[in-house]
């Protein structure tokens, strides 16, 4: 598991460095660099998470798959409430970005291997259920966080109808209905969401390119990453166990709230003019934390099994 792990975070550190290589070298623009969020957002992250929503469910699967839902649901809706209480004081471009990363971790990509890695195929099965809230709160609420003096209903429609929501929704219908695509289509899909983790480690490295690395510890990615990495990890593992849930249950959704700030945040730091540079730094800085704290997260959870 362990080196699965470090493997995993080897791989994205070192694409981030050539995105950063690729950037001092002046091969990836300034336009480059928005070429990029546009072609990784509108399509190759759509692609990935419909890819993320073609699962085979088990018979009997269904009462866990609701069960999972709600307490997802509850932790978005802890999430939401952090997000907007715990970062008054800051300015508003890095406020925003921490706000974003709060309700939306690195579960997709770190979250969904991690989780099989420990608990399973079944364990991997739960966390993709359990992304399904995140998935319609990171493109509607968590998106708003970006809009300057809050999203109103015209900018609540916009979110609401974007390509990704479109694809999560897309997604939800073919993973309840168990729909299957023509072999080459369901192949395209594939190929094209593999894509995504290269891609956007590529673009942090772009920003990390123009990062002044002195002041990668600041005291707000310290706050933001005590936040990310253990308070709501920890209120998500009380929660599920005094409700009674099984270990399995309670161990899935304790970890994939552990996860890393997600790597969109820069991606939509950049498209809504926040703190690009902030949104980098605490993909990065979380990234790096999680190498000690998902470890240890995991050997509690399983000795609780």
Request: aromatic share 12%; hydrophobic share 55%; glycine share 8%.
């Amino acid at each position: 598991m362990y080196a699965s792990l470090f493997n995993l975070m080897g791989m994205m550190f070192l694409t981030i460095f050539a995105g950063a290589f690729l950037r001092r070298k002046g091969i990836i623009t300034d336009e480059g660099k928005k070429v990029l969020t546009d072609i990784i957002l509108l399509f190759i992250l759509p692609c990935n998470i419909i890819k993320s929503y073609m699962m085979s469910i088990e018979e009997g699967f269904w009462l866990t798959f609701f069960i999972l839902l709600l307490v997802a649901s509850g932790v978005q809706a802890l999430s939401l409430i952090l997000a907007h209480t715990l970062y008054r004081g800051m300015k508003e471009s890095e406020r925003q970005v921490y706000q974003y990363g709060t309700v939306c971790s690195n579960a997709g990509f770190l979250g969904l291997p991690f989780t099989d890695g420990v608990f399973g195929t079944t364990g991997l099965l739960y966390a993709t259920v359990f992304l399904v809230p995140q998935r319609i709160v990171m493109w509607t609420a968590g998106a708003a966080f970006f809009q300057k003096g809050g999203a109103s209903w015209k900018a609540y429609k916009k979110i609401l109808t974007n390509v990704c929501m479109i694809a999560t929704y897309f997604g939800i219908i073919v993973m309840l209905f168990q729909l299957k695509f023509p072999p080459v289509i369901e192949l395209t899909i594939s190929k094209v969401a593999a894509a995504n983790t290269a891609l956007t480690m590529i673009y942090i490295g772009s920003v990390v390119g123009d990062v002044d690395f002195h002041g990668l510890i600041t005291r707000n990615q310290v706050y933001f990453a005590i936040i990310r990495l253990f308070i709501i990890p920890l209120i998500t593992y009380v929660i599920c166990s005094l409700i009674g849930l099984k270990p399995l249950v309670v161990g899935v959704a304790t970890l994939i709230a552990a996860m890393p700030c997600g790597s969109t945040t820069p991606l939509l730091a950049q498209k809504y003019g926040a703190d690009v540079i902030a949104g980098a730094k605490a993909v990065i800085f979380t990234t790096v934390l999680s190498l000690v704290t998902l470890p240890l997260w995991s050997m509690f959870l399983l000795s609780r099994m």
